[in-house]
């Protein structure tokens, strides 16, 4: 979810769901050691549960950055062997590691050594020929051997040569089975699906077997559908808001980024799909879309936005 997840974009989905797990963006150790560390790792507190996704492959990098994850507080710190991009190809990180899970192993034991936060995996089911179940059973082994035991687990292989990254979000089959034959062969340890969910009733049917469903496209493109999961997923007694709610929490936020320099469109277009399906959320879209980009454009736009569609 690379420009996608960043501090805006998880700041309103934690309007809509207050349990839901958030994700930062995969953010590369080199960025975090050699660039502007604090606007790569700050965030609101409300975003909490927090966790920091890291791309990496040296051990020792991988433990500074979990150090940087304690100092800042965050939940969680996952270590991502799943993105099949050229460009992380390229930095030796991503699912390109899946063919190395002595060196995943390394790297997960250096962050568990250097912080006493979780330290998590999200991976693929295999890459290129490397799709076989007993590797890929042999790299959970590996892996769970160095301290990870929390696996979120992308159900299709990624094609490293010949698919771009979004080909390989679409054109390799889902396997679910094989997620559910790994908790089936390591049930001490959790497991945690993605891949293709669209609708709570299939993450339901999925926590009948699994310990967690992860929702990446879908709930950025429509995030309403995060809007009933603290209920129907985590117990909570609470009443949904409504879109207009979420809509009005959002505005002294958006007033005060806009204070420190932030324009409103940094905010504002992660909030498009808001609307998703309601009469009116055409001209939310376009309103949102057309008007906030001038330079005097403030939270003023956003409330002419949300008088189309309510």
């Known amino acids: ?10 700041y309103f989905l ?14 590369t150790t080199g960025a975090l050691i050699h660039g502007d560390t604090a606007r790569f790792l700050d965030y609101h507190p409300e975003e909490h549960p927090l966790v920091l996704q890291l791309g990496g492959s040296v051990p020792e990098e991988l433990a500074a950055c979990a150090r940087m994850a304690d100092a800042w507080h965050y939940d969680e710190i996952n270590l991502n062997v799943g993105c099949p991009s050229d460009r992380v190809q390229s ?22 050594e250097a912080t006493q936060r979780p330290v998590t995996v999200k991976h693929r089911i295999g890459i290129d020929e490397r799709d076989s179940y007993d590797e890929l059973q042999g790299f959970i082994g590996t892996v769970a051997a160095a301290g990870c035991h929390v696996f979120i687990v ?27 034959r790994l908790k089936r062969d390591f049930p001490q340890h959790t497991f945690v699906v ?20 992860m929702i990446g496209r879908e709930a950025y493109q429509n995030p309403w559908l995060l809007a009933a999961a603290d209920q129907r997923i985590f117990g909570a007694t609470t009443t949904p808001p409504s879109r207009q709610t979420i809509v009005e929490r959002m505005l002294p936020f958006i007033e005060r980024q806009r204070a420190n320099g932030v324009p409103i469109h940094r905010i504002t277009r992660h909030m498009l799909g808001l609307f998703q399906g309601q009469p009116g959320a055409r001209a939310w879209r376009r309103h949102l879309s057309q008007q906030v980009h001038a330079a005097d454009a403030d ?10 569609v309510t």
């Open 14 to 27: 934690r309007q809509i769901t207050r349990h839901t797990l958030l994700y930062t963006e995969m953010i």
């Open 154 to 180: 992308h159900a299709r292989k990624a094609w490293l040569r010949g698919l771009s990254p979004k080909q390989n979000r679409e054109i390799p089959p889902l396997q679910y089975e094989s997620v559910h």
């Open 91 to 112: 930095g030796r990180f991503g699912a390109c590691l899946m063919a190395e899970p002595t060196l995943v192993a390394e790297c997960v034991a250096a962050m568990t």
């Open 194 to 213: 993605n891949g293709g969910f669209k609708t709570l009733g299939q993450v339901e049917r999925q926590l009948e077997s699994l310990d967690g469903v």
């Open 1 to 10: 979810m690379l420009d996608w997840t960043d501090r805006y974009c998880r």
């Open 299 to 308: 939270v003023s736009v956003v409330i002419a936005a949300l008088a189309l």
